[in-house]
């Protein structure tokens, strides 16, 4: 049994972030809902460094292999998860999980009284994940 690590990402992870930022959004072409969000969600590629340095990145890990990430905005009091991805053969083991509880205590550490964040029509997955953490739906833009 793998236990979930998760931890604020560091610029040495970039490379690896940009990497599974391509295989996510890969992941939602053809997805109801995944053409409009990738064109209305530009890829960040250069735009990790910023959010690592604002401790705004996190990433879960097997050793020193990145199999998710997670990042995260803040505005007044509302966190905002922007992108959460566990690559295919790491799901069912706990890292989204891991992922969310994580970015629920930088929130907290931030002064956040609300976390928010998305998901596709018909992704039940992470649906799911955000139901777990306590992140239910309050908004569907149709």
Same mark, same amino acid.
């Given at each position: 049994?793998?236990?979930?690590?998760?931890? /604020?990402? !560091? @610029?040495?992870?970039?490379?690896?972030?940009?990497?599974?930022?391509?295989? &996510? #959004?890969?992941?939602?072409? %053809?997805?109801?809902?995944?053409?409009?969000?990738?064109?209305?969600?530009?890829?960040?590629?250069?735009?990790?460094?910023?959010?690592?340095?604002?401790?705004?990145?996190?990433?879960?890990?097997?050793?020193?292999?990145?199999?998710?990430?997670?990042?995260?905005? /803040?505005? !007044? @009091?509302?966190?905002?998860?922007?992108?959460?991805?566990?690559?295919?053969? &790491? #799901?069912?083991?706990?890292? %989204?999980?891991?992922?969310?509880?994580?970015?629920?205590?930088?929130?907290?550490?931030?002064?956040?009284?609300?976390?928010?964040?998305?998901?596709?029509?018909?992704?039940?997955?992470?649906?799911?994940?955000?139901?777990?953490?306590?992140?239910?739906?309050?908004?569907?833009?149709?």
């Amino acid at each position: 049994m793998i236990d979930p690590t998760v931890r /604020r990402a !560091a @610029q040495a992870d970039i490379a690896q972030l940009i990497e599974l930022e391509s295989e &996510a #959004r890969a992941s939602l072409i %053809g997805q109801r809902g995944g053409d409009r969000w990738l064109a209305t969600h530009p890829a960040r590629r250069d735009g990790w460094a910023e959010s690592v340095a604002d401790s705004g990145a996190l990433v879960a890990h097997i050793g020193d292999v990145i199999v998710g990430y997670l990042a995260i905005v /803040r505005t !007044a @009091q509302i966190a905002r998860v922007e992108e959460v991805y566990v690559t295919p053969g &790491a #799901r069912e083991v706990g890292f %989204g999980d891991a992922l969310l509880e994580q970015a629920s205590e930088i929130a907290r550490g931030w002064g956040c009284t609300i976390i928010e964040g998305e998901a596709l029509p018909g992704d039940r997955e992470t649906k799911n994940l955000y139901e777990r953490a306590g992140i239910t739906a309050r908004l569907i833009v149709v």
